[in-house]
């Protein structure tokens, strides 16, 4: 009788007995492990954090995953093991170390991981989803010149466009008394989606037009949360691929057909433009993308309809929450408010309100830094894996295929690193913050907020994001007087709203009055 037989016995129920006891054992065994003998032992954090990933499955898909991971740095400080391979960072030194080629402790930026980015069906692939480097950068060079300053500068008169369309709209929709109340998470909306249609695939959504949504857009949100939601499913691969099959039953049927709604109008939308007969010539994305097909290791068509549609989410989503922020905050900020309009009214027409005259305006800029700052629009961070052989963070040797991230919301919000970090303060944002060692805001850690994140995977939109957040925040100051609204819609409470890798928004009233001074 060999050792296996002892142990496990001969007939059929005690070999039941003993493969279900060594598979309750084996988790016991792997959070042990996990706790004790783990490389990551050493960093702290909760017990059950550190023993298994549930808990952290559990928080992210609980609707207030940021704001439970600060909770969890206030306690254990700037590094917290958040799962068994997983640091959480609140240190502004990070940035470097995690995210830079150049400037961090490491040779090179951490890669992405697999789990989060990855392209497991084999699709094609765009900038987002891509892991690996040279690939990465491949679609980079040829995509960065649709988006440099230059380019947006070119693309001016489109934008201008759009944003004059919807400050005539709202003024069209005044009453008697010469004032609106609208929701203006839609207004910034339909505004955000006709600019970005325009320049991914030459023609608007026309929303301002119908002041409405296309269906598909009003499902966005959902799809994106249900992407976030079976993200962390990865982790589990066994689980993941026995709940492949019945995936068609478990996602809500509006969802796939909006999806596929959106996919087919996108591939038309593409094939006009492309179309001979189009002859377009204009600044937009897709005649620079198009470009590189000229040097043979373009993008290829199916690439070029990835990344424009990612365009499409990835801009206008994240810009609707940083507006929806500003609003927010002047709205519940009459002084903040009225310093806004002081400087953008010393303009005295709205056909002075250019893309570089309002980037020299130094309360503008610092308004959108700290809506930035306290409302972050990818609140959870940008997840990468330390190589195999290891890396250095803020201070910390982190063993090789360590899943790190910073925590943006965790360490903006921090005490530690921001003075009076729950306050809305754009001032914090001025150069006499930075300067005057009596200012309260001195020694803020401004470095520590990078709402675009930073290093070779930066925000390719970046310059976009600036120049249209300014113009719409700026027209839609200087032609109205900007109020809070009479109804239970007036303000948002930022940290009730959930968040599934996105803020779901709430709806947000505000009142535009004809403009009084
Ligand atoms: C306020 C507005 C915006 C914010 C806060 C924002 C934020 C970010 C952040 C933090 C990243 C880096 C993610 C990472 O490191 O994993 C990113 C990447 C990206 N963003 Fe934005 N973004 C904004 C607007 C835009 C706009 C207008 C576009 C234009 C199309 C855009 C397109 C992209 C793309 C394509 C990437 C992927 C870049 C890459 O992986 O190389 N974003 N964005």
Request: aromatic share 12%; glycine share 4%; net charge neutral.
């Amino acid at each position: 009788m060999g050792y296996l037989d002892i142990i496990i016995g001969r007939n059929a129920l005690s070999q039941t007995l003993s493969v279900l006891i060594l598979a309750c054992l084996y988790p016991v065994a792997k959070w042990i492990y996990n706790v004790v003998f783990h490389p990551l032992a050493r960093f702290p954090g909760p017990l059950l954090w550190r023993a298994s990933r549930l808990p952290y499955m559990r928080a992210a898909w609980g609707k207030h995953f940021p704001y439970e991971i600060r909770d969890l740095h206030d306690q254990y400080g700037d590094v917290v093991r958040v799962a068994p391979n997983e640091l959480s960072f609140m240190d502004p030194r990070a940035w470097d170390d995690i995210y830079s080629n150049t400037d961090g402790a490491n040779a090179r930026a951490f890669k992405k991981s697999e789990i989060w980015h990855g392209n497991p069906d084999n699709g094609p692939s765009s900038v987002f989803i891509t892991t690996d480097f040279k690939e990465h950068s491949r679609i980079r060079r040829f995509m960065d010149p649709a988006f440099s300053e230059r380019a947006v500068s070119q693309q001016e008169p489109i934008i201008q466009d759009y944003v004059s369309i919807c400050i005539k709209k709202l003024q069209e929709r005044m009453n008697d008394k010469a004032k609106v109340t609208v929701n203006i998470v839609d207004w910034f909306n339909f505004t955000l989606f006709d600019i970005i249609g325009d320049l991914s695939f030459g023609e608007s959504f026309g929303c301002l037009d119908k002041c409405e949504y296309e269906g598909w857009m009003s499902q966005m949100a959902d799809s994106i949360k249900l992407h976030y939601l079976s993200i962390n499913l990865r982790w589990y691969p066994i689980f993941n691929s026995m709940l492949k099959p019945f995936a068609r039953f478990l996602v809500p049927k509006e969802i796939i057909v909006h999806h596929m709604d959106y996919v087919q109008r996108s591939t038309e939308k593409l094939k006009r433009r492309l179309s001979p007969e189009a002859n377009i010539k204009r600044p937009d994305f897709v005649s620079q993308l198009l470009r590189s097909e000229d040097r043979g290791e373009g993008l290829t068509p199916d690439e070029v309809l990835q990344n424009s549609m990612l365009f499409i989410n990835a801009a206008s989503e994240t810009t609707a929450t940083a507006l929806t922020a500003v609003a927010n905050n002047l709205v519940q900020n009459p002084e903040s408010l009225s310093a806004l309009e002081d400087e953008i009214r010393k303009f005295s027409s709205p056909s002075d309100l250019s893309l570089q005259s309002l980037k020299q305006l130094p309360y503008l800029n610092a308004v959108l830094q700290e809506a930035l700052r306290m409302c972050n629009p990818n609140p959870i961070g940008h997840f990468r894996i330390t190589p195999p052989t290891g890396g250095k963070v803020a201070g910390h040797w982190v063993p090789g295929n360590t899943m790190v991230t910073i925590q943006p919301i965790a360490l903006a919000h921090s005490l530690k690193y921001f003075h009076e970090p729950a306050a809305w303060r754009p001032e914090r944002w001025l150069k006499e913050a930075e300067t005057d060692v009596n200012s309260p805001y001195y020694h803020d850690q401004r470095k520590g907020v990078r709402g675009f994140g930073w290093g070779p995977y930066i925000c390719v939109g970046e310059p976009l994001a600036w120049a249209w957040m300014r113009l719409i925040i700026a027209k839609m100051v200087w032609t109205f007087d900007l109020k809070k609204a009479d109804t239970p819609y007036s303000t948002i409470d930022w940290e009730a709203q959930d968040v599934f890798a996105i803020v779901i928004k709430h709806r947000l009233d505000v009142t535009f009055a004809e403009r009084s001074a």
